[in-house]
């Protein structure tokens, strides 16, 4: 969708327009799912809450200004009630330490993410970023998947652009050390059967 | 360590990109489409606010005002008496008077208090009948 046809939906939406905001719903719906989906870990309350998005979205479209990209002004309303709710719920957050496996050969992990199944890969790949800190399953979403750029990732989460670059490349590891123990077990429990 | 780094970037990206992108229920969009039925827009829009009196209004006060001292300076009249009201504010100004406190109030105070009254209750009215075509 280009900018300058979101700009006329939004127009359409608040002249009154009600079916023109489906247009928004269709093209953000999964993005923000995910995003809720993986600050919260429940698809029941992930989908409760994208849908509290998508009105809050509605109601505030008069305050939207077109100065940020409005997948940004989204994915920032999305993150902020995530973590709210999350923060609210008052959930334990597991961290995970940074043990230095740098050092272990990077294609044993990507080799046996090439042989096993899809849905085996899917996942293993999302429980591993299920156990990242929330926000750092944010970033990496955004700049991985949604390929933002670092300074739109910022302005989402709320934080500094070098904060970004911390948060990314220590998540980053932590994925990887994730992903490395996880296989390790699945190559075990392949071995013993 | 830069290439392990650039490996490990690289089997990150491709990970989260083998992850995929979550999808809500199939019935999500009637779902929000339904609540955004029930709902108005919210009512703190920008109130576009359009002045009382419009450029033309102003132009024609404008207008007015110098075409007034034009044909007051052409007729070679000096000076204007307001003496029709003269009478009003005497009265007006014999009130004071039966006040306990004696407070003597000048022609000027009366007739600037006369006129701020007067605009006063017109800017009301007017402002009034403009909330209720909002």
Redesign the interface.
């Known amino acids: 969708m280009e900018p300058v046809s979101e700009h006329i939906i939004i127009q359409r939406i608040?002249d009154?327009d009600?079916k023109a905001?489906?247009d928004i719903?269709?093209k953000y719906?999964?993005?923000v799912?995910?995003l809720s989906?993986?600050i919260l870990k429940n698809h029941e309350e992930?989908?409760e809450l994208?849908?509290d998005v998508?009105?809050k979205i509605?109601?505030?479209?008069?305050r939207f200004n077109n100065k940020s990209k409005l997948s940004t002004w989204i994915y920032r309303i999305t993150y902020n009630k995530a973590i709210n709710k999350f923060k609210s719920q008052k959930r334990q957050i597991i961290t995970t330490e940074i043990n230095d496996k740098?050092?272990f050969n990077?294609?044993t992990?990507?080799d046996v993410?090439f042989e096993i199944s899809?849905t085996e890969?899917?996942q293993i790949?999302?429980e591993?970023?299920l156990s990242l800190p929330e926000t750092e399953r944010i970033i990496?979403?955004l700049y991985?998947?949604e390929e933002l750029p670092i300074g739109e990732v910022a302005e989402i989460v709320g934080i500094s652009k070098q904060n970004v670059k911390v948060k990314l490349f220590r998540s980053?590891?932590k994925?990887?050390n994730k992903?490395k123990d996880k296989i390790d077990q699945e190559i075990t429990e392949y071995e013993y059967n | 360590?830069n290439t392990?780094?650039d490996?490990?970037?690289g089997?990150?990206?491709?990970?989260?990109?083998?992850?995929?992108?979550?999808?809500?229920?199939d019935n999500?969009?009637n779902?929000?489409?339904d609540?955004?039925?029930g709902?108005g827009?919210?009512r703190?829009?920008?109130i576009i606010v359009n002045p009382l009196i419009t450029w033309k209004g102003w132009l024609f006060i404008g207008v007015t005002i110098i075409a007034i001292f034009a044909l007051l300076s052409f007729f070679g009249i000096s000076s204007v008496s307001l003496s029709y009201f003269d009478s009003y504010i005497d009265k007006v100004r014999s009130i004071s008077f039966s006040f306990p406190i004696s407070i003597s109030i000048s022609k000027i105070f009366l007739t600037g208090l006369f006129a701020f009254v007067f605009f006063f209750i017109i800017e009301i009215s007017l402002i009034t009948r403009r909330l209720k075509d909002i």
């Open positions: 608040l009154g009600i905001f489906e719903v269709l719906q999964d993005m799912y995910t989906y993986r992930a989908e994208a849908q998508f009105i509605y109601q505030s479209l008069c740098s050092e990077t294609c992990v990507a993410l899809n890969k899917r790949i999302n591993s970023i990496l979403t991985y998947f980053r590891q994925l990887y992903l | 360590m392990t780094n490996n490990i970037e089997m990150v990206k491709t990970a989260i990109k083998m992850a995929s992108i979550e999808k809500p229920s999500f969009l779902s929000v489409m609540k955004v039925d709902l827009m919210e703190d829009q920008k």
